[in-house]
């Protein structure tokens, strides 16, 4: 009964934990590194064809981004994740694949200049994305799950996105039954749209976010729809488009909902009727998903506005924008407006033509109204720099470049805090991941000192003995190394390999079978290497 962390170890994104229950394979996350990473993560200690199963906190790349390359590389198990979030990966992990293979597409075109560079290949393909979806166990919160003997689950609301969960993780081999709680990304109290956060009253085990473990949220609700009517009023004034990078999913909603209330309240003068543009197709149907999950996901508020008729998230002036040609009319129109654009860090997507157009006029403003991870193009304006390449050009920054105070969907210090303090007995132990270096670090040891919990902060490779309650390996931290052109398989080539991979992993599992089943087994496998000798 084994616990290895793989990633999201010291670094914020690319959240992957591994479990090792008896002869159960099974990995809890398996999402994208997003920005720049400090660390190296370790291999999968199995071939990806061995997992048996996974278990998705929520939607977010971050946690989810990798599935698809998962079942490229020969994953043919079952995804259990909440209803809401089975219904956003259905619309994330096909977006997340026409990325990669739109930027494989414009790489290549790149390289049609210069001779000797091997083709780009995306590191998966939308079939895989698709076969990913169908893999997709829908669960309903707050249901104990029997996945089989050995294993039972339940997801719990944590309120960070529609959908996310606390996943309890309940693990028996031989005599020994542990539980384990993955708290997934722990949401901030009193958020618009989605409840407060759950909570989970006891286990062996914690594995726990601090992405925010070193700051506190204002000790008062903040005024979102004042602070943001203010900003729009300022900038429409001015003759100035107010451009928001914003997730697709959760955060661009939470948008939608403040700009009804000022828009129902009248609290932008002069300008009736502002156009606000959502320029996703993306965010378009992640807010058609957030109108069928009402009644399992809303808060209290946003449920009584559904009672009475309102939609909590459309009004007038409201503009959906999917084609790229509808895209284009949006700078191509002078009248002011506001523009809700992906993705939240500026990294990828339609916002950063935005910022093309938007970024050198100091009429405008840049607005950020969520996370910018280090390295992103997001965090390089927040931090002040004074010119950006965009699309090869150079462009200059003179637009107001602000923040929406106290915008977050992740809990801070003191939320993250009385999450864990919610369990009635001390658990064994608290991991802590999910953070950045130093919050990791600081969170477990504020925990340990303060509260006195056992607390241990992993790096990527740390594997724990869960039967025994001790290590059996303690890693170290790896610095990413840069990159070198290394000779890898690509193409189609490359999904021979992983169909290789797999087999291999049936034929180790295949010990114990009847003789007659594995002569069979044999005979195939000789047929087939005969036929491509």
Same mark, same amino acid.
């Given at each position: 009964?084994?616990?290895?962390?793989?990633?999201? !170890?010291?670094? @914020?994104?690319?959240?992957?934990?591994?479990?090792?229950?008896?002869?159960?394979? +099974?990995?809890?996350?398996?999402?994208?590194?997003?920005?720049?990473?400090?660390?190296?993560?370790?291999?999968?200690?199995?071939?990806?064809?061995?997992?048996?199963?996974?278990?998705?906190?929520?939607?977010?790349?971050?946690?989810?981004?990798?599935?698809?390359?998962?079942?490229?590389?020969?994953?043919?198990?079952?995804?259990?994740?909440?209803?809401?979030?089975?219904?956003?990966?259905? +619309?994330?992990?096909?977006?997340?694949?026409?990325?990669?293979?739109?930027?494989?597409?414009?790489?290549?075109?790149?390289?049609?200049?210069?001779?000797?560079?091997?083709?780009?290949?995306?590191?998966?393909?939308?079939?895989?994305? %698709?076969?990913?979806?169908?893999?997709?166990?829908?669960?309903?919160?707050?249901?104990?799950?029997?996945?089989?003997?050995?294993?039972?689950?339940?997801?719990?609301?944590?309120?960070?996105?529609?959908?996310?969960?606390?996943?309890? =993780?309940?693990?028996?081999?031989?005599?020994?039954?542990?539980?384990?709680?993955?708290?997934?990304?722990?949401?901030?109290?009193?958020?618009?749209?989605?409840?407060?956060?759950?909570?989970?009253? %006891?286990?062996?085990?914690?594995?726990?976010?601090?992405?925010?473990?070193?700051?506190?949220?204002?000790?008062?609700? /903040?005024?979102?729809?004042?602070?943001?009517?203010?900003?729009?009023?300022?900038?429409?004034?001015?003759?100035?488009? =107010?451009?928001?990078?914003?997730?697709?999913?959760?955060?661009?909603?939470?948008?939608?909902?403040?700009?009804?209330?000022?828009?129902?309240?009248?609290?932008?003068?002069?300008?009736?009727?502002? /156009?606000?543009? =959502?320029?996703?197709? *993306?965010?378009? #149907?992640?807010?058609?998903?957030?109108?069928?999950?009402?009644?399992?996901?809303?808060? %209290?508020?946003?449920?009584?506005?559904?009672?009475?008729?309102? &939609? /909590?998230?459309?009004?007038?002036?409201?503009?959906?924008?999917?084609?790229?040609? #509808?895209?284009?009319?949006?700078?191509?129109?002078?009248?002011?407006?506001?523009?809700?654009?992906?993705?939240?860090?500026?990294?990828?997507?339609?916002?950063?033509?935005?910022?093309?157009?938007?970024?050198?006029?100091?009429?405008?403003?840049?607005?950020?109204?969520?996370?910018?991870?280090?390295?992103?193009?997001?965090?390089?304006?927040?931090?002040?720099?004074?010119?950006?390449?965009?699309?090869? #050009?150079?462009?200059?920054?003179?637009?107001?470049?602000?923040?929406?105070?106290?915008?977050?969907?992740?809990?801070?210090?003191?939320?993250?805090?009385?999450?864990?303090?919610?369990?009635?007995?001390?658990?064994?132990?608290?991991?802590?991941?999910?953070? #950045?270096?130093?919050? $990791?670090?600081?969170?477990?040891?504020?925990?340990?000192?303060?509260?006195?919990?056992?607390?241990?902060?992993?790096?990527?490779?740390?594997?724990?003995?869960?039967?025994?309650?001790?290590?059996?390996?303690?890693? *170290?931290?790896?610095?990413?190394?840069?990159? $070198?052109?290394?000779?890898? /398989?690509?193409? @189609?080539?490359?999904?021979?390999?992983?169909?290789?991979?797999?087999?291999? !992993?049936? +034929?180790?599992?295949?010990?114990?079978?009847?003789?007659?089943?594995?002569?069979?087994?044999?005979?195939?496998? &000789?047929?087939?290497?005969?036929?491509?000798?």
């Amino acid at each position: 009964m084994r616990l290895q962390f793989i990633g999201a !170890a010291h670094e @914020v994104t690319g959240s992957c934990h591994y479990m090792q229950i008896g002869e159960n394979h +099974i990995l809890v996350d398996c999402g994208m590194e997003q920005g720049t990473n400090t660390f190296e993560n370790c291999e999968l200690p199995v071939e990806e064809a061995m997992i048996d199963y996974v278990l998705l906190t929520h939607a977010h790349v971050d946690h989810s981004g990798m599935l698809p390359l998962l079942y490229a590389k020969g994953f043919r198990g079952k995804i259990y994740a909440t209803e809401a979030t089975a219904d956003l990966c259905s +619309i994330m992990l096909r977006d997340c694949a026409h990325i990669q293979m739109q930027e494989a597409e414009w790489k290549n075109r790149k390289a049609k200049r210069h001779s000797g560079i091997e083709p780009h290949v995306p590191i998966y393909t939308m079939e895989d994305a %698709e076969e990913t979806i169908r893999s997709i166990v829908p669960c309903a919160y707050d249901r104990i799950i029997e996945i089989n003997e050995n294993i039972r689950i339940r997801f719990t609301d944590i309120g960070h996105l529609l959908g996310s969960a606390s996943i309890e =993780v309940w693990a028996r081999e031989e005599n020994i039954e542990k539980k384990l709680v993955f708290s997934g990304d722990i949401g901030n109290m009193d958020q618009p749209l989605l409840r407060d956060p759950q909570m989970t009253k %006891e286990a062996d085990y914690v594995i726990m976010e601090s992405t925010y473990g070193d700051r506190l949220h204002s000790a008062e609700r /903040p005024d979102y729809i004042g602070e943001l009517a203010q900003i729009i009023q300022e900038t429409l004034d001015k003759g100035g488009n =107010v451009v928001i990078p914003s997730f697709a999913v959760g955060r661009t909603q939470e948008m939608l909902y403040f700009i009804r209330a000022i828009k129902g309240q009248g609290l932008v003068k002069n300008h009736d009727n502002f /156009p606000v543009y =959502v320029d996703s197709p *993306l965010a378009v #149907e992640a807010t058609g998903i957030f109108n069928r999950n009402v009644g399992s996901c809303f808060d %209290e508020e946003a449920l009584s506005l559904v009672k009475a008729g309102i &939609n /909590p998230i459309s009004f007038p002036g409201l503009r959906l924008s999917i084609t790229s040609d #509808e895209s284009k009319f949006i700078n191509m129109d002078e009248t002011p407006k506001v523009i809700i654009s992906a993705s939240g860090m500026c990294d990828a997507g339609r916002v950063r033509h935005h910022l093309k157009h938007n970024l050198w006029r100091p009429e405008c403003t840049i607005l950020f109204v969520g996370y910018q991870s280090v390295g992103t193009p997001g965090r390089m304006l927040l931090d002040g720099v004074t010119e950006m390449k965009l699309f090869g #050009e150079t462009v200059d920054v003179r637009a107001q470049i602000r923040t929406l105070s106290g915008m977050s969907g992740h809990a801070d210090k003191n939320g993250l805090i009385n999450w864990i303090q919610n369990f009635e007995k001390k658990p064994d132990r608290v991991f802590i991941v999910h953070g #950045e270096d130093s919050v $990791t670090v600081s969170f477990a040891n504020c925990l340990h000192d303060e509260y006195g919990y056992t607390t241990y902060a992993p790096y990527s490779g740390t594997r724990f003995d869960l039967a025994n309650n001790c290590f059996e390996y303690e890693a *170290l931290p790896v610095l990413v190394k840069k990159k $070198t052109k290394e000779q890898t /398989p690509s193409g @189609v080539y490359a999904r021979l390999v992983a169909a290789g991979q797999r087999l291999l !992993a049936i +034929i180790k599992r295949s010990e114990g079978m009847a003789n007659k089943d594995l002569a069979k087994f044999a005979d195939q496998i &000789n047929s087939l290497c005969d036929k491509w000798n």
